[in-house]
Nanobody
Framework: VQLVESGGGSVQPGGSLRLSCSVSGYTAGRFCMGWFRQAPGKEREGVASFDTGSRIKYYADSAKGRFTISQDNAKITLYLQMNSLKPEDTAMYYC???????????????????WGQGTQVTVSS
């Protein structure tokens, strides 16, 4: 499985970005796809995840109301629409896949097997 993120960049507070993650090597069946972020000196944290089978979406409290996770119908691309960005959203953003999304463990990086290389998001005035 290969994951490639894109769409990061620098924006001012209040701005928007849409991150994309292209998936290759495994798109059949049900699995979990997630977005994580890691700021310098901090642990990697789950931002949002999407269960391709149940189509349930999970969001971290910091992302609720501002970020939207989605996937194209072919399961080839995962998106993260980020609105009303804040300086504290500055981080490297990663997409990842797991066999299944579990409501209690979806934010844990250890639950995911495959990772992309990341795309940098910087929010600054």
């Amino acid at each position: 499985v290969q994951l490639v993120e894109s769409g990061g960049g620098s924006v001012q507070p209040g701005g928007s970005l849409r991150l994309s993650c292209s998936v290759s090597g495994y798109t059949a069946g049900r699995f979990c796809m997630g977005w994580f972020r890691q700021a310098p000196g901090k642990e990697r944290e789950g931002v949002a995840s999407f269960d391709t089978g149940s189509r349930i979406k999970y969001y971290a409290d910091s992302a609720k109301g501002r970020f939207t996770i989605s996937q194209d119908n072919a399961k080839i691309t995962l998106y993260l629409q980020m609105n009303s960005l804040k300086p504290e959203d500055t981080a490297m953003y990663y997409c990842a896949t797991a066999r299944v999304c579990v409501s209690g463990s979806w934010p844990r990086a250890s639950s995911y097997s495959y990772w992309g290389q990341g795309t940098q998001v910087t929010v600054s005035s």
